[in-house]
Structure formats: structure tokens, C-alpha cells
């Protein structure tokens, strides 16, 4: 990526430099970053639709404000590509999201302006309001800006804190990053002279001095309450936040900096909590993003003159579209069925099922918490649940599991998709933790199919209980077992023996033992190429709870010892399943756990990544030999 094509860009290493720039050559800056974005991100992939709508509101927000001593949070950061660019990391933009290379999302340790790390979403308003407080504890002169989506508002938490923020009179800035409406005509020259009007210090200081005079005269003081929010109510849409002790500000055009920088520079010499309503469109100025910002928010590799091509070839379907299929047929099968997510209608596979049954589709928008119990409530009326939900978001509704499904034991399907590591998106979105957080819940029970043909068999055994089952599968596609036609179930709670070792037992100290490997999950396959090469036994055990205990104590009492394989953190897994079970059953034998360690794995190729960890089949095999076999050597 030549510099020649970007003589301002190359200008800006910090945030300092940009404020040296003249409003024209903002202008200039802003298309320059606009075009090194959509460069950037065709070569490595990533987010682009939203990181296009950002740009104007990044250039607008560093120059007016002293990043990084004024804090800002981005909310999920999916949108920080700009911001990124802005402040020194525009040079290894080439490096995004693979193995060793930056982020994709805020990350503290990789910049002091990633001043909060952000990927899932709505937690923005609760960090600056803490930023904002401990400022003001500390006597501080700084500002907290939270960056907050139109769906991120969505989220029972950023309300949380905009209740929590009214009362708290922080000097918190909250901007409203609204990209789902058009711009309609009140967001003009008018309304960006109404914006900047009620954004100035004259606006303030009348109203305060206005209600302190009438203070005195409670009747006056309601009236003038009434008639100042009946003429704001005729040039803004939102008058409610300030309901919650905001001063509202907007909307105006995110992509005018003519209109956001008086605005901001205004804003930002006033106290107190401050929401600005900021109006921007996803993909905005690449027309093939602004025509279809869904497809073009998290895309690969593509040459930008030609957009996205959807290759001839037909792929191997993914787990995502086998469980769409699935709940297509099944709600075909059984009226009871709904379908439920939390805003992740294409990330969850939902597209069709939507437009098959829209009236048994419910998109509760981000709102992980609500679905859960909002699923709950309708399997109490008889109703039969699938919540479609990435796993990492499942850990949002904890609580609502335990106490508003698990406890009464009510009768649904969690379908959690993402399962294990996820590659590009890093520590924030994999799915380690579902099945130690699961298993330890009464009531609940946790499937793991091997391939696509099990995956479907296995929903279709979770829809089948009367009690929570959840379901959990990765990202992408499987080896490419065709699914059966029919929906067929397996075995509740059943593994099965997928290898037999020809190999003897252990005679005596020094011989080589007989292995038996248990693999949970997609790993059977890595796991039986394993086997192979060490004549182990390798069992199919599909289910992390309930265990198939009698197949433990048969692998146990055939076998001289045991490895359990998973893609899945280690402490409190299906492996720690398996240890706690033969401890049960007064059962010692050496036990190798192999999965995700005690720590957080870094974006990148998701079979680099299980290389990295040993959960590949040469892992798997080096991991058993240096622990069982070093002495046969």
C-alpha cells in the first residue's frame, strides 16, 4: 500500500498531528482514511461495513478531544478500524486480526488509546460513567466519551448505566452512533443550528439560570419544563434520555464534519452527563457496503473494485446452516417450536427460518439476558424453545439459565454455535467456557457432536427432552459427514467406541500401555488419526453431561490409561467430567486432559490456533508419547 495515495494519511501518526490540520484538510484526511480502510480491510478481511460509517465521527472525536487523556470507548470497537489508523497503528493494518498482529477490537494492552477493551457489546456507558467518576474523584480535568450503536442501546446494561449516570453528574459524553434510519430531512442546516445551539454555553446558562429563578415558583418551573420539551420535541426524536438526567444534543450528520466538530467543541466544555444523537450510514462511501451493509460487515479477502464474488463451487455447508436447516424442519414437524436470537439472524443461520415462519421467529435484539428468559417464559406456556446464541454471548445470560430455566427445569433447546476457538475474532468471542459453566447447572444437560450428521441428530435428541439441553458446535464446517434426511435422534446421554486398539494391556513397568482416547466434539477426528498412529482406542462421546459413565468404567477397566480431548477450556470440562467420575467410582488410573489452557488465545487461523494448543492430530499424538510413551522410545 503505497503512501503516495494517501499524502495527508501518512501525515498523521497521533492524534496530535491531526489536530494540526486545517477543517479542509479534515475533509481531505477523512476520504484518505475512508479509502486506506476499505484497502486495508479487502487485503486481510475483517469489519468494513461499520468501520466505513465511523470515519468522519473518529476524525471529529480525536481532534476535538485530548486523546488519549480524555477517554474514549468504543462500544464492541468493531467500528475502530479508523480510530486505529488515527493512532500509530496504521502501519499494521496488514497485520489485522492474524497471529501476532493487532486486533480487531480495542485491546489496553496494544495502545494507551484503546483506553477499555470492548467486543461484546453495550458495556460502553458503564465504563466511561466509571472513568468519569474516578476522574472526578481524583480531581482530574478529563472527559469520558462512550461510542454506543443504535443496537447496542438495545441492551438492558447501557441502560443500567444511563439510570446510574443521571444521578452521578459526571462529566460523561455519550454519543449515540444511530445507523439504522436514514437521514432525514430535520438533519440539515436547520437542525445542525439547533444542534449547536443547544450544545453552547449560552443554551446551558439560560436554562440553569431559567430554573433556578423559577425554582422559586414550582408552577411556572413545570410549565416551562412542559414547553421547553414540546419545542425540542419538534426537532429531535429522543427527548427521553433526557428522562435520565442527560442534556440532549441531535441528531445531527455523522458525516459532516461542518456539523459534528462545532458540536463537539461546544459539548465538550459542558458538565455533567451529555448524549448526542449522531446519524451516520453503514458503508458509507463505498457503494456496494451501502447498498448491502450485511454482507459487507465482516467479510474476507476481495478486490474492491469488483466487491464481493460468491464463489461457483458449492462448499461444504457449515454447522451454522445445518442447524438452519434443522429448524426448518423441525418447526415444519412440530407447531410449538420457535426460534429465538439475540440480533444474530445471519451469524446464527435464522435467514430462512425467518422467512418461513415469521410468525415463530423473535429477534430480541442485543438482549442475551432478555432471550433467555423471555424463552423461559414461553416454555412455561407449553411452547417449545430453540435460542440460537453464540456461546461466548450465552455467558451474559448466566444467571437467567440458572434461575430462570434450569431451576424450573423447563423443557428448551440453547443451540450454541461458535463453539471453541473462533480464529480472527480472538479471546472475546470464543466459545472456551460453555461446558464447564454448563455441567456444574442441575438439570442441564450439554451435547457435543462430532460432525454435521451428528449435529443434526443431536438437536434433534435435545429437542426431544423434556428438560434444558444445550447444544454446542464450532464455526465453519465440519469433514463433511452428510446429514441424514430425516429427522433421527441418537441415544440421550450415549457415547460410542469409534477405534479399537489391538493392543494388549501393560504387563509391566517400562512396556507400552494401552490407550484409550475420549474426544468430545469435533476433535474425534484429529483424535482418531491419533489413534491410528498409536493404536489407541478412541471413543465418540458426544455428551459432556450427561456422561456416559458406563462407558467410562469399560474404557477404564479395558485400558491402562486414559486421554480426554476437547475444544474447550481444561479446568472444569468434559475431561474434569471424566476424572470426577472415576474418583466416583473408586477408579485410579492416569488421566492426560488435553484442551484449552488456563489463559486467553489470541486472534488468528483457527487451525494454526489448535496447532498452537496441541489439539491437532500431531499434538495430540506428541502430547500422549511425551507422557506415556517416552520410556518405549
Not at 461499520?50 to 470497537?77: I, K
Amino acid at each position: 500500500m503505497t503512501t503516495n495515495a494517501y499524502p495527508l494519511l501518512q501525515k498523521v501518526n497521533a492524534p496530535s498531528d491531526l489536530r494540526t490540520l486545517s477543517r479542509s484538510e479534515l475533509k481531505a484526511l477523512s476520504e484518505e482514511l475512508r479509502a486506506y480502510v476499505l484497502d486495508s480491510v479487502s487485503k486481510t478481511g475483517g469489519h468494513l461495513s461499520s468501520n466505513l460509517g465511523t470515519v468522519e465521527l473518529t476524525v471529529a472525536l480525536h481532534y476535538v478531544f485530548d486523546t488519549p487523556h480524555d477517554r474514549v470507548v468504543w462500544d464492541v470497537g468493531h467500528q475502530t478500524y479508523p480510530h486505529k489508523i488515527l493512532t500509530g497503528r496504521r502501519d499494521r493494518m496488514s497485520t489485522l486480526r492474524q497471529l501476532g498482529g493487532i486486533s480487531g477490537f480495542p485491546l489496553r494492552s496494544e495502545s494507551e488509546y484503546d483506553t477499555f477493551g470492548t467486543a461484546h457489546s453495550s458495556t460502553s456507558i458503564s465504563a466511561a460513567l466509571g472513568m468519569a467518576m474516578a476522574a472526578k474523584r481524583k480531581g482530574e480535568d478529563r472527559r469520558a466519551i462512550a461510542v454506543i450503536g443504535d443496537g447496542a442501546m438495545t441492551a438492558g446494561m447501557a441502560f443500567e448505566a444511563m439510570n446510574n449516570a443521571g444521578v452521578l453528574d459526571g462529566n460523561l459524553l455519550v454519543i449515540l452512533n444511530d445507523n439504522d434510519m436514514s437521514i432525514s430531512p430535520p438533519v440539515g442546516a436547520l437542525n445542525r443550528y439547533l444542534a449547536q445551539l443547544m450544545s453552547g454555553q449560552f443554551y446551558a446558562a439560560a436554562r440553569n439560570v431559567g430554573k433556578n429563578v423559577l425554582k422559586q415558583v414550582p408552577p411556572l418551573l413545570e410549565l416551562a419544563k412542559r414547553l421547553e420539551q414540546h419545542a425540542k420535541g419538534m426537532v429531535v426524536p429522543a427527548t427521553m434520555f433526557e428522562n435520565f438526567g442527560f442534556n440532549y444534543i441531535g441528531p445531527i450528520d455523522g458525516h459532516d464534519l461542518d456539523s459534528l466538530i462545532p458540536t463537539l467543541e461546544n459539548i465538550r466544555s459542558l458538565d455533567g452527563p451529555q448524549f448526542l444523537h449522531v446519524v451516520t450510514k453503514k458503508g458509507h462511501g463505498y457503494k456496494l457496503a451501502e447498498a448491502d451493509p450485511v454482507t459487507y460487515h465482516g467479510p474476507g479477502k476481495f478486490d474492491p473494485k469488483v466487491g464481493i464474488v460468491k464463489s461457483g463451487a458449492p462448499a461444504k455447508p457449515t454447522f451454522t446452516q445445518i442447524f438452519g436447516q434443522w429448524l426448518c424442519d423441525m418447526a415444519a414437524q412440530d407447531e410449538r417450536l420457535v426460534g429465538i436470537t439475540p440480533a444474530m439472524r445471519e451469524g446464527s443461520g435464522m435467514v430462512e427460518f425467518e422467512k418461513r415462519f415469521p410468525d415463530r421467529y423473535y429477534d430480541v435484539g442485543i438482549a442475551e439476558q432478555h432471550a433467555v428468559t423471555f424463552a423461559a417464559g414461553m416454555a412455561c406456556e407449553g411452547v417449545k424453545p430453540v435460542v440460537a446464541i453464540y456461546s461466548t454471548f450465552l455467558q451474559r445470560a448466566y444467571d437467567q439459565m440458572i434461575h430462570d430455566v434450569a431451576l424450573q427445569n423447563l423443557p428448551m433447546v440453547f443451540a450454541l454455535d461458535r463453539a471453541g476457538l473462533v480464529g480472527a475474532d480472538g479471546a472475546t468471542h470464543a466459545g472456551a467456557y460453555d461446558i464447564a459453566f454448563v455441567r456444574c447447572i442441575p438439570n442441564m444437560s450439554m451435547a457435543c457432536p462430532a460432525d454435521e450428521r451428528e449435529c443434526r441428530q443431536l438437536l434433534t435428541t435435545a429437542y426431544e427432552q423434556d428438560h434444558p439441553v444445550c447444544v454446542r458446535y464450532p464455526r465453519g464446517a465440519g469433514v463433511g459427514v452428510e446429514p441424514l434426511p430425516e429427522l433421527s435422534a441418537l441415544p440421550f446421554g450415549k457415547g460410542e467406541v469409534r477405534r479399537h486398539s489391538a493392543a494388549p494391556r501393560q504387563t509391566e513397568p517400562g512396556t507400552a500401555p494401552r490407550i484409550a482416547i475420549l474426544a468430545f466434539g469435533t476433535l474425534l477426528y484429529p483424535a482418531l488419526e491419533a489413534g491410528q498412529s498409536l493404536d489407541a482406542t478412541v471413543a465418540n462421546m458426544r455428551w459432556a453431561k450427561p456422561l456416559d459413565e458406563a462407558l467410562v468404567r469399560e474404557l477404564a477397566q479395558g485400558h491402562d490409561v486414559l486421554v480426554t480431548v476437547e475444544e474447550g477450556c481444561i479446568p472444569g470440562g468434559a475431561g474434569a467430567a471424566v476424572s470426577e467420575a472415576l474418583a466416583a467410582a473408586g477408579i485410579t488410573l492416569p488421566v492426560l486432559h488435553l484442551g484449552l489452557p488456563d489463559r486467553f488465545i489470541e486472534h488468528g487461523d483457527p487451525a494454526k490456533l489448535l496447532a498452537l494448543q496441541g489439539l491437532d492430530a500431531a499434538g495430540i499424538e506428541r502430547a500422549i508419547r511425551q507422557r506415556f510413551l517416552q520410556t518405549q522410545a
